[in-house]
């Protein structure tokens, strides 16, 4: 029986270290003006009025930030207003860009605001996307393997915590979505070009969490 009880033991204890994660809360600023700019955001794009800045999470969204520190990537992310660095986007809304998490290169989680709070970070699926960024990417700063797994295990935790998630996609995949019942930009001419986190990243996420029934990501017509 001691045998039994000591095997019951270790399998509890990897059982909880398999799935525990650590997630640092680093929170953005989410003041009164952000929760105005992603009210209004909600509104002027997608037609939703809302009283609160909320979302009900249905897919999870791969990014990186191209930056390479973790502190330059949270001050980018961090002013509730867009800098004026990013005239591409700023014509749609003067909302920062930003995301719920934030991943280092040594694969440490931060939480930039509540998982269920919008955050800009996908043209035209921002209502129902939790983000995902990862410092780096490009250059000598390549996203790296503790990266991926904190992805991985990151995913596993939302999945399990919001069921209705239904896809995972590489931010570069967006626009597969355009006619889709979850896509709710109003502006044919909003459209930026993304390459991130790159195909071998995004796939090698997939498979490793390919034990949920995700929906296929729509083909481009």
Same mark, same amino acid.
């Given at each position: 029986?001691?045998?039994?009880?000591?095997?019951?033991?270790?399998i509890?204890?990897?059982? &909880?270290?398999?799935?525990?994660? %650590?997630?640092?809360? %680093?929170?953005?600023?989410?003041?009164?003006?952000?929760?105005s700019? &992603?009210?209004?955001?909600?509104?002027?794009?997608?037609?939703?009025?809302? %009283? #609160?800045?909320?979302?009900?999470?249905?897919?999870?969204?791969?990014h !990186?930030?191209?930056?390479?520190?973790?502190?330059?990537?949270?001050?980018a992310?961090? $002013?509730?207003?867009? $800098?004026? !660095? =990013?005239?591409?986007?700023?014509?749609?809304?003067?909302?920062?860009?930003?995301? +719920?998490?934030?991943?280092?290169?040594?694969?440490?989680?931060?939480?930039?605001? $509540?998982? #269920?709070?919008?955050?800009?970070?996908?043209?035209?699926?921002?209502?129902?996307?939790?983000?995902?960024?990862?410092?780096?990417?490009?250059?000598?700063?390549?996203?790296? %393997?503790k990266?991926?797994?904190?992805?991985?295990r990151?995913?596993h935790?939302?999945?399990?915590?919001?069921?209705?998630?239904?896809y995972?996609?590489?931010?570069?995949?967006?626009?597969n979505?355009e006619?889709?019942?979850? !896509?709710?930009?109003?502006?044919?001419?909003?459209?930026?070009?993304? #390459?991130? $986190?790159?195909?071998?990243?995004?796939?090698?996420? =997939?498979?490793?969490?390919?034990?949920?029934? !995700?929906?296929?990501?729509? +083909?481009?017509?």
């Amino acid at each position: 029986m001691k045998y039994i009880s000591l095997f019951v033991l270790l399998i509890t204890i990897t059982l &909880t270290s398999c799935n525990s994660i %650590k997630i640092i809360d %680093k929170p953005v600023v989410f003041d009164l003006e952000r929760d105005s700019l &992603t009210l209004e955001y909600l509104e002027k794009r997608y037609s939703l009025v809302q %009283k #609160t800045p909320t979302i009900t999470p249905k897919m999870v969204v791969v990014h !990186w930030t191209v930056i390479p520190t973790l502190e330059k990537s949270f001050m980018a992310f961090n $002013p509730a207003k867009l $800098p004026n !660095w =990013r005239p591409e986007i700023a014509n749609a809304s003067a909302l920062n860009v930003s995301a +719920q998490f934030l991943v280092d290169q040594d694969g440490t989680i931060y939480g930039l605001m $509540p998982e #269920t709070n919008m955050a800009r970070h996908v043209i035209g699926l921002n209502h129902c996307a939790i983000g995902i960024e990862n410092v780096g990417g490009t250059g000598d700063k390549l996203l790296t %393997k503790k990266q991926l797994k904190s992805n991985i295990r990151l995913i596993h935790y939302l999945k399990k915590k919001y069921p209705d998630i239904e896809y995972v996609i590489g931010h570069f995949e967006y626009t597969n979505f355009e006619g889709h019942e979850l !896509w709710l930009e109003k502006d044919d001419n909003y459209r930026t070009e993304k #390459t991130d $986190p790159g195909v071998d990243f995004i796939n090698t996420i =997939r498979k490793k969490i390919s034990k949920y029934n !995700w929906k296929p990501i729509p +083909q481009k017509k």
